[in-house]
């Protein structure tokens, strides 16, 4: 290649490419944590700017062992816009069950075949291999405080579920979330590594151990 034809290539600035670099640095780094890593909450930071907010461990644990016990024996599990359940569940070490995460944050691809990139903004716009109501549970936890966010994730939480739905998001979308999902407030309180300005709960449409006392 001439050097009038090198010139012609389109080149990166030093911003760009240094953003680059560390692009590939996080991937490396992610690519090169062992087995138990990988699970621990945390170990991937929240993005604020994706409206991130991971839940504590004892709460990431509870729900986890919620959603097994509610998908009962061989049972699937999709996680959608909730991370830190689903890497509580991966932490359990149990093959009697089977989890997807859907999830906008490629980040999170770290987990291989059980990661399904998924933007609320197109709700069903899922890969084949994701059959409708093949999930016996679906947690999901909208990244957004809105009725336009609840709304779209909806449409994926029906056409994902077989029947049962556990939904966490703010104490001020319960009457919206009973409308779209008829799904009830539970006793279970759950709690952010981060304090944040609204009140979260938890909603199910079944018989839930979140709705008993500890």
Known sequence: MSNSEDEDLPQLS???????????????QYADLGGDDKCNIGIIEENWQLSQFWYTPETALRLAEEAVAS??????????????????????????FSICIFEYDRR??????????????????????????SFDIVIADPPYL?????????????YLTRGK??????????????????????????KHTRTLGNEFRCYVNYDSGLDREL
């Not at 030093?14 to 490396?28: D, V």
């Not at 990139?117 to 059959?131: G, T």
């Not at 966490?168 to 319960?174: F, L, P, Q, R, S």
């Open 108 to 133: 999170f691809a770290m987990y291989g075949e059980e990661f399904i990139f998924y933007d609320y903004n197109n709700p069903v716009d899922l890969p084949e291999k994701i059959a409708a109501h």
């Open 165 to 190: 739905i556990l939904l966490c998001t703010g104490a001020v979308m319960e009457e919206e979330a009973a409308k779209l999902l008829g799904v009830k407030m539970c006793k279970f309180i759950p």
């Open 14 to 28: 030093s911003h760009a490419l240094a953003a680059l670099q560390e692009f590939y640095a996080e991937q490396k």
């Open 71 to 96: 998908a009962g024996e061989g049972g699937r599990i999709a996680c959608v816009s909730a991370p830190s359940v689903y890497q509580k569940l991966r932490e359990l070490h149990r093959e009697d």
């Open 146 to 158: 809105s009725e336009e966010c609840l709304r779209k994730m909806s449409e994926t939480i029906k």
